[in-house]
């Protein structure tokens, strides 16, 4: 057949048939009685929805910290309250530390995670597509997702030295795994009918991998990546508090242990809770709203989550 | 490719019609298992609806997949004159990351079909199942009904000669079912395909089919066959689709009892 072959068969349609049009109106009843409704909420109902609950927590959260030290005086030293901490927070603030660490951080983290990314996307489809590969890697791989990827920290200080090198390593050991782990089951968990599909419609094997393995898949990936995110952050908080000295910059990690030196557990919760709220603002910031997006596209939210 | 539009080919099939589909000595067994499908024989003329009916695990679904070319047969040779066969499955299998109207436009653009062409194609097949509004819709925001009308809409943008569906409606409420029945021998009368149509319902067999094959489980074989000469639309509650029904059901009772232990 031509490639520009039009379809001859569907400008037949006689319009003027009576039962026909009868069917059509029968059919338009039916699917509008079946048509699931649509309750949306409004932007701003949802935003207050998903951002009060968790800051209404947070005060009580406060609050009772702020109750047990008036009532109990424990020493401050050993458990200071919510005031010295964010005392600690401030004055950090204003010497430019906690600005300067936090972009350190976040700089090696997002470099980190899009090396990662760029890494294990290519493993996860060798592995998902290449049934060999998949027997001799994949044991390996989740292996590698389980070993704390500190556990590199040693043997990359002796091939690295102490430099950002280092630090990257034990990010990219960290993270590779999680993303390639899960554009695999995100593969796997493909139902076979949507490639019995393409085969049907005729998809070359570019096609099937472009048109609907990798579409189908992107829920599966896209939480790899958010656990590759994770496995990021977490790996380079423990290499920098590790690897100090040289001529690595300061990072949060540097922060927390220079702190620790100091005995100044203020300077330690502050920065703890400044490693927190990162992760958290990135998971708000990035990783939701893309997700929601994704998943809500596909049916696949829960009314909850809505 | 010429195209069959002339509806007197898709109502009065006769004998001296091209055979769309020829099975010869058809064998199938997956690995050292049990045999199957045994010696299936057949020849469908082009533009007959073929209803093939049977228990579950006779083996029906195995021979629309191996005529699909989904699966390689053991024995024999099945030819489909026309090449390859476009194929409904019971669950609509619609890319859920696409709209309907876009579900339609990637068959139409796995056939080859020009760019500027694609979307309104698309627009005309969604009409042709009466879902020109939906084409905008996610799956999942249409009802199941809706959903296998799009995959009929979609197997219809393949605009292959012979559409194979295996127990498209099995999944859908009884109002919807018999909606798409009508639906369905609409497209089927309009376009003059050669359908052969999967189904375990003998009432749907009897109301839809032009020709219903029954077939023997374990192994699969071809039972009985029946050929309706009047080809006017029936309805499911007509006695005469109750009268026949009747008669194929006993005979599919009397298959399944003799394979009581």
């Keep these: ?306 | 490719m010429t195209i069959l539009t002339d509806a007197s080919v898709a109502v009065s099939p006769t004998a001296l019609e091209p055979a769309a589909i020829t099975i010869e000595a058809l064998g199938k067994r997956y690995g050292t298992g049990p045999l199957v499908l045994d010696n299936i024989n057949l020849s469908i003329p082009a533009g007959q609806f073929v209803c093939l009916l049977g228990a579950s695990g006779c083996g029906k679904s195995t021979l629309l997949n191996i005529i699909a070319g989904l699966e390689k047969p053991t024995e024999g040779a099945v030819t489909v004159a026309s090449g390859k066969a476009a194929v409904m499955f019971q669950d609509a299998a619609l890319f859920p990351w696409l709209t309907a109207g876009r579900n339609v436009e990637l068959a139409l653009k796995l056939r080859g079909v020009r760019r500027k062409d694609r979307w309104g194609d698309a627009l005309e097949l969604l009409d042709l199942v009466n879902l020109a509004d939906a084409a905008d819709k996610r799956p999942h925001e249409l009802s199941g009904g809706m959903r296998q009308r799009v995959a009929l809409a979609r197997s219809l943008a393949q605009d292959r000669k012979v559409l194979l569906m295996d127990e498209p409606f099995a999944a859908l409420d009884a109002i919807t079912r018999d909606l798409l029945h009508e639906e369905l021998e609409r497209v089927w009368r309009q376009t003059g395909r050669t359908i052969v149509f999967v189904t375990h319902n003998v009432r749907e067999a009897a109301r839809l089919g032009q020709r219903i094959l029954l077939m023997s489980s374990r192994p699969g074989r071809i039972a009985n066959e029946w050929t309706i000469s009047d080809t006017q639309t029936r309805r499911i509650e007509s006695p005469e689709v109750a009268r026949l029904g009747d008669e194929i059901t006993d005979q599919l009772r009397e298959e399944i009892r003799r394979n009581a232990t």
């Excluded at chain 1, 009532?71 to 458990?79: E, F, G, S, V």
């Excluded at chain 1, 593969?187 to 990798?214: H, K, N, W």
């Excluded at chain 1, 790899?224 to 290499?239: D, E, I, P, Y």
Aim: aromatic share 6%; with cysteine; proline share 8%.
């Design chain 1, 1 to 306: 057949m031509p490639p520009d072959a039009r379809i001859d068969t569907i400008r037949i349609a006689p319009t003027n048939d009576p039962s026909h049009d009868e069917l059509r109106r029968l059919e338009s009843g039916l699917d509008s009685l079946q048509a699931v409704p649509d309750t949306p909420h409004g932007a701003f109902r949802r935003t207050l929805d998903g951002v009060l609950p968790p800051i209404l927590l947070l005060i009580a959260l406060v609050a009772a910290w702020q109750v047990y030290i008036l009532i109990a005086k424990p020493r401050p030293d050993l458990i200071p309250g919510p005031l010295d901490v964010f005392g600690a927070l401030a004055s950090a603030w204003s010497s430019d530390r906690l600005q300067l660490a936090v972009a350190t951080s976040l700089e090696r983290g997002g470099l980190g995670f899009i090396i990662a990314v760029v890494i294990g996307t290519p493993i996860g489809l060798l592995l998902a597509e290449c049934r060999p590969v998949r027997r001799a890697l994949g044991p390996l791989l989740s292996g590698l997702q389980v070993l704390p990827s500190v556990a590199w920290v040693p043997a990359a200080i002796i091939w690295f030295g102490i430099s950002d090198a280092t630090v990257y390593f034990v990010i990219l050991m960290g993270a590779v795994p999680s993303i390639a782990n899960g554009l695999v089951s995100g593969v796997d968990q493909i139902p076979p009918q949507l490639r019995r599909v393409g085969t049907v419609l005729g998809a070359s094997r570019f096609e099937m991998a472009t048109l609907v393995v990798l579409p189908a898949a992107l829920p599966g990936y896209f939480s790899g990546l958010k656990q590759g995110w994770a496995f990021a952050w977490r790996s380079l908080m423990a290499a920098e508090i590790i690897v100090i000295g040289g001529n690595i910059g300061f990072g949060l990690g540097t922060m927390l242990d220079q702190n620790r030196e100091l005995a100044d557990l203020s300077g330690v919760l502050a920065t703890i809770l400044a490693i927190l709220f990162v992760g958290i603002l990135v998971e708000l910031v990035i990783f939701a709203p893309i997700e929601r997006r994704l998943l809500r596209r596909r049916g696949l939210m829960a009314a909850g989550l809505r």
